[in-house]
């Protein structure tokens, strides 16, 4: 088989952004677009006798794409891929598959929560030897790559079968074509007490778990079906679909309306969940009453140490700076170090590999631990299955618990999508250049207590991050942030993080959106969202 090279020219707008680089399907099927992006990944990280994961979400290119970056793998020489079955690895399996394997690192083909399909969103992103997100200084070289690239290199080959496990050669690169669950599942058992969970589903504990058909279906059959017994059609929408079915897979309020009004309904079961596009993210709803994902982290560090995998204790949490403090306070009580990172989860790698931070979380619906260098939606779900056996409490019953003890945060995200990008760009440009002036003045009854633009120092390798959000602090401890999305596609997204803490025991019940409105009113004087972007009411409510 005969390597080609094939000349090219640099795309404008390789750049990754929060995580990977993102792009309307049509443009990542463009000509040269996917080849230009993978060769220069392969220039910055080196393939020559390397191993690599392969997998991705299952949305639509994601097989074609597949073949693809196989055949460019075995053109720059890489000894050999592992790749999920049909091409399908949720991104905390492929990071687990990285680790496990001891690889060099792997390349994982989602858009996470965008929609899929030919005209939706497709998207590349890089994942280094300890299994996490490549970190900025390695997106920025590939960026810098895109800019100057001149040719890729092209195996001269036909499509290999993905369908069926077992090796296959491509040219002088072996390729390992594996289960995409076994290893992932086997990995859950070894942190949970899948006995205790099993045995909770035994004496009729119900649960729905929605895949909103996208990666984790068959994952989520497996462990919560097979393995832990729960009912039979407990997973719904369980096949994964290359447009998701038409439906938006993001797991929260919004998007997984159906669950929600389950959940809410008069025959709830007893715990809900639902999952994202690749898998990574979770929403988890208790009978009755929604939990917020920042309080789901508070939560999990809370009790982790119910699961076995976590008997030991926490070294540390980590949280990204517009999450919630709520588990900050939990960090203390347990006399834990807590940390604050910018969005993004390749923040918390150096943490973890630290060891440093055992448990991490996002508002974005995303938790994780040391377990694996991602997120992992599942993973969340294990973990509260396994403190609901445990606790033998329901999920409200934990939450008032957790309140009464170490008070709430009252927390939620507004979302402007859409927007004009110069129109949010000047707004931000017009709020930093507010922020000097604001301490001491008083909106809505409270005194602005700081304001700046987050900088973040990696304890960890000292490199420094800027303009990772703006943030209003006022002295009764509530606060603002305002940051553009670094993940959409179309124009800008702005996102308005409201937090304000009352430490009870009178004022924990509620609701957030009432418990925020003044914040929410002072976010929109200060910032002038209306008169910059022309939009009054947010899009997504979390
Ligand atoms: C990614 C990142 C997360 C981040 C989220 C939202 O999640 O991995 O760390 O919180 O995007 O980012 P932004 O606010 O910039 O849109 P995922 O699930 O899309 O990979």
Redesign the pocket.
Known sequence: MTIHTVATSPIAGQKP????LRKKTPVFMGRHYLENFVQSIFDVVGAEGKTFVLGGDGRYFNDRAAQVILRMAAANGAARVIVGQGAILS?PAASHLIRLNKTDGGIIM?????PGGPDEDFGV?FNMANGG?APEAVTEAMFERTKVLTGYRMLDAQDIDLGRVGRVQLGAMVVDVVDPVADYAALMETLFDFGAIRAMFQGGFRMRMDSMCAVTGPYAVEILERRLGAAAGTVVNKEPLPDFGGMHPDPNPTWAKGLMDEMMGPDAPDFGAAS???G??NMVVGRGIYVSPSDSLAVLAANAHLAPGYAKGLAGVAR?M?TSAAVDRVAEALGIASFETP?????FGNLLDAGRATLCG?????TGSDHVR??DGLWAVLLWLNILAVRKQSVAEILAEHWARFGRNYYSRHDFEAVASDRADAMMAALRGALAGLKGQVFEGMTVSGADDFAYTDPVDGSVSEKQGVRVMFSDGSRFVL??????TEGA?L?LYLERYAAGPAGLNLDPQEALAPVIRAAHGIARIAGFTGRETPDVVT
Do not use: M, V
Not at 110 to 114: D, V, Y
Not at 362 to 366: A, D
């Open positions: 952004g929060t995580s990977g991104t989602s858009a996470s929560h965008n992103k997100p994202d596009g690749d990574d993210r990204s517009p969005t993004g989860w390749k923040f996002e508002e974005s619906f995303g991602e997120k940051r553009l999305s670094g993940t959409g997204t996102r």
